[in-house]
C-alpha cells in the first residue's frame, strides 16, 4: 500500500491540493456571500460591480444600457434600449471559474512569486473576459433574441470556460518548463 502512495505521490499530491484549495476557497466565497449582502450594492460588492462594469462596456459599444436590482430574486436586472434582456446573477460574475482556475493553479504550484503572479494575472484576465462576455452576450440577445438559448447556453460559456482551459494549458507548460529546468 505504502509503495503505491509513493508511485502516485504527484498524481495525489495534485488531487489533494486541488480539492483543498478549491474547499478552503470556495468556503471563503460562501463566507463573503452570506456576510455582504446588502442593498447598496445589491445583491452582493463583486456581482454589482460586474453589473456595472456590463453596462458601462455596452454603453461603449453605443446602446443604452441600465442595471436596476431585481428585487424579486437577488439580481440585477440588465436592460438595453429599454427592453429587459438578461439578469446578473451572483453565478455570472465568475467568481466560482476563478476559484477553479486559482485552485488548478495551486495544485501545480511552481515557485511562490512565479504562481502568485500567474494566478493574478489569470484572475483578472478571466474577470475582464467575463465582463466582455455579459456585454456581447447582451447585445447578441438584444440583436439576435431567436438565438438567446443558444448563445447564453453554449458560446458564451464556451468563451469563458476555454478562457480558462488556455490558461491552465499555458500554466502546466510553464510547470513543466521550471520543473525541467
Known sequence: MLKLFVKYKSVLRFIFMFLGSYFVL?????LYLSFFRNSKYYPDPITHLVAKQSEALVDGFGYNAQ???H??????????NQVYLARIIE???????MILFASFVL?????LKLSLLYILAGLVLI?????IRIAVLAIGIYKFPQHTVFLHSIIFPLIIYGTVFLLWVAWVRIYAKKQNS
Open 127 to 131: 474577470y475582464a473576459m467575463n465582463i
Open 67 to 69: 442595471i436596476l436590482p
Open 26 to 30: 470556495s468556503i471563503c466565497y460562501n
Open 91 to 97: 453565478g455570472c460574475n465568475a467568481i466560482s471559474i
Open 71 to 80: 428585487h424579486a430574486e437577488l439580481s440585477m436586472k440588465l436592460i438595453v
Open 107 to 111: 495544485s501545480f504550484f511552481g515557485r
